[in-house]
């Protein structure tokens, strides 16, 4: 929705923020005031594949220094007032935009979703419609 400020539309046309699959090596950082980035302390945490006890990818291990940064963010944006006074059209446009999202990419999110999880298939698949009714 034009109201709204690019950087709050979800998927936005970026490779690090597209809902790729995992691959061994991913490193995945915090997306903080609209920008990715290591954790301060540099440190990642590995994410395993329950099933096969596989390092599938790497996250940034936030410590309290991102979280406070991640806070004054989102104290940031809400004051820019892009989401926060937003009409409720708006809104729901940006809300239908990601259930529609979740929907096209609903195979490869429960694959993903899976291999985190180490849940059946049929159940991740049950998640992501969940997901996008939510939303919806």
Same mark, same amino acid.
């Given at each position: 929705? =034009? ?6 539309? =979800? +998927?936005?046309?970026?490779? %690090? ?15 903080? *005031?609209? $920008? ?8 990642? !945490? ?5 099933? $096969? ?24 944006? +809400?004051?820019? *007032?892009?989401?926060? %006074?937003?009409? *409720?059209?708006? %809104? ?13 990419? &609903?195979?490869? !999110?429960?694959?993903?979703? $899976? $291999?985190? /999880?180490? &849940? =059946? ?12 009714? /939510?939303?919806?």
């Amino acid at each position: 929705h =034009p109201s709204i400020h690019p950087s709050i539309h =979800p +998927f936005a046309p970026s490779d %690090r923020v597209s809902m790729g699959g995992f691959s061994s090596g991913d490193a995945r950082d915090l997306f903080i *005031g609209g $920008t990715w980035r290591a954790s301060r302390g540099g440190q990642t !945490l590995p994410v395993v594949n329950p099933a $096969t006890e596989e390092v599938v990818a790497s996250i940034a291990d936030a410590d309290a220094s991102d979280v406070h940064d991640a806070v004054q963010a989102a104290w940031a944006a +809400f004051d820019a *007032g892009s989401w926060s %006074r937003a009409s *409720g059209d708006a %809104r729901a446009d940006v809300l239908e935009r990601m259930a529609a999202l979740v929907r096209r990419d &609903k195979d490869r !999110l429960a694959r993903m979703e $899976t $291999t985190d /999880c180490g &849940k =059946p298939v049929a159940e991740s698949e049950w998640d992501m419609d969940d997901v996008s009714a /939510c939303l919806e």
